[in-house]
Structures are given as structure tokens and as C-alpha cells.
């Protein structure tokens, strides 16, 4: 069964350095997502992708985050200087078309340790 | 600004008995609703998704209600096991067409053999 994938799995950084949070979608998918859990929180959205741009952004996601489809394939979020609160699980998602109907599949996670 | 919650924060239950998990939301304009599985620290599984014009829906020992106009629903597993440990996550749409869900913060569920 297809799955989305996301690498590193953990990927700890010193404060102020730039990382970059890999995924692979579900190929046929259309829509993509970041999601972050801090340990012990809700999971939060963060961004929504679609067509090449964003479709809405919350207020966690602040010029310090961007996010890319560099190929047809992979989806990236870049923290550009991180801080200690960035610590957290950080989860891709994506949906194949009919947003009101189809269910987001999430991968694994990258846990992002700042220290 | 919609708010999700989610009652009991934690649950603990004796193998085989049926159980109930609640979530409530506190706009009713959502597209959908969702209910995920999270085991530790790992990804989130989607278990059910029931769309707005639904009442319920039925996988396996999981159903799932929804009451939209009363901003609730509740995820019936019947004849828990052991292997359904794990923490539940309600989710709903946001009528933003920008696919944003707004999650619950989950009940942990312990199910002792």
C-alpha cells in the first residue's frame, strides 16, 4: 500500500543552523501538509500546498519556514535559523483531490531536536 | 476559532469490553471529521472519516458518529484488545479549501489483557 515517507527520522541541530525536513507524498496526491507536535501538545497545522503554492499558512509558519516541491516527487520544510522551541515531532501529509472527502495520509514523522 | 478537545484524557479498560471515546468541536461548519490512531512515537493513522452530510461510519469493531449540529462525536470500539492501545486522535475540516485540519489534543487508551 502506498505510504508517505520522511527522512531523517531524527535530526538533531544547534541553535541557529538552517534544516531541511524531507517527504515523499503519495504520488497521485494533489494536496501536501506540514504538521508539528510539540511533546505532550496537539498536533498543529502548519502550511498547506497546492499547484506549486501555498494555500494557507498558520501563524507558527513565519518567515523563519518555507517549504518546496524541488522535483515531482519531494516536498521540504526548511527552518532557515532554528530555535530552541522548534523542538518537536514534525509530520507530512498528503491528500489526493476532493478535500471534503479524502482522508490525509500522514508519515512517520522527523523528530527535531534544537539544542 | 474552532476548538477541538477530547474526553478522557486517558482511559484504562480490561480486555473485551466495549468503549466509548468523545470528541466535540466548537464551530459546526466543518467539511469533515476524522478520527486517528498515534502510537507512540510514531505517525498518525487515519481510522475513520465522516463527512459532513454523515451520521456514522463502520470499520471493522470501530464506529464512528457525528453530530454537527451539537459539535460532537464519538469513536465506539467494541470488544477492545490489547493491540488497540494507543493514543486517538479526533481531527475536523475547516471550510477553508485549504485542506487544514484542527486537531483534538487525544485520549491515550490502555487496554490491560
Known amino acids: 500500500e502506498p505510504e508517505v515517507t520522511q527522512t531523517p527520522s531524527h535530526q538533531v541541530t544547534q541553535m541557529g543552523q538552517e534544516v531541511i525536513l524531507r517527504c515523499v507524498p503519495i504520488?497521485?496526491?494533489?494536496?501536501f501538509y506540514w504538521y508539528r507536535q510539540i511533546l505532550g501538545q496537539k498536533v498543529e497545522f502548519l502550511v498547506s500546498?497546492?499547484?506549486?503554492?501555498?494555500?494557507?499558512k498558520s501563524e507558527i509558519f513565519d518567515d523563519q519556514f518555507s517549504v518546496e516541491r524541488p522535483d515531482g516527487s519531494n516536498f521540504t520544510l526548511k527552518i532557515r535559523s532554528t530555535k530552541l522551541e522548534d523542538s518537536a515531532m514534525y509530520f507530512c501529509?498528503?491528500?489526493?483531490?476532493?478535500?471534503?472527502?479524502?482522508?490525509?495520509?500522514f508519515g512517520p514523522g522527523t523528530r527535531l531536536t534544537v539544542l | 476559532k474552532q476548538e477541538v478537545t477530547q474526553i478522557p484524557a486517558a482511559l484504562s479498560v480490561p480486555e473485551g469490553e466495549n468503549l466509548v471515546l468523545n470528541c466535540s468541536f466548537t464551530?459546526?461548519?466543518?467539511?469533515?471529521l476524522q478520527w486517528f490512531r498515534q502510537d507512540p512515537g510514531k505517525g498518525l493513522t487515519s481510522l475513520l472519516l465522516i463527512q459532513s452530510s454523515q451520521r456514522e461510519q463502520t470499520s471493522g469493531r470501530l464506529n464512528a458518529s457525528l453530530d454537527k449540529s451539537s459539535g460532537r462525536s464519538t469513536l465506539y470500539i467494541a470488544a477492545s484488545q490489547p493491540g488497540d492501545s494507543a493514543t486517538y486522535l479526533c481531527a475536523v475540516l475547516t471550510p477553508s479549501n485549504t485542506g487544514k485540519l484542527i486537531f483534538g489534543q487525544g485520549t491515550t487508551l490502555q487496554v490491560k489483557p
Open positions: 464551530d459546526s461548519a466543518i467539511y469533515n
Open positions: 504520488s497521485n496526491h494533489l494536496y
Open positions: 500546498f497546492y499547484n506549486n503554492e501555498i494555500s494557507e
Open positions: 501529509a498528503s491528500s489526493e483531490q476532493e478535500l471534503s472527502t479524502d482522508t490525509q495520509y
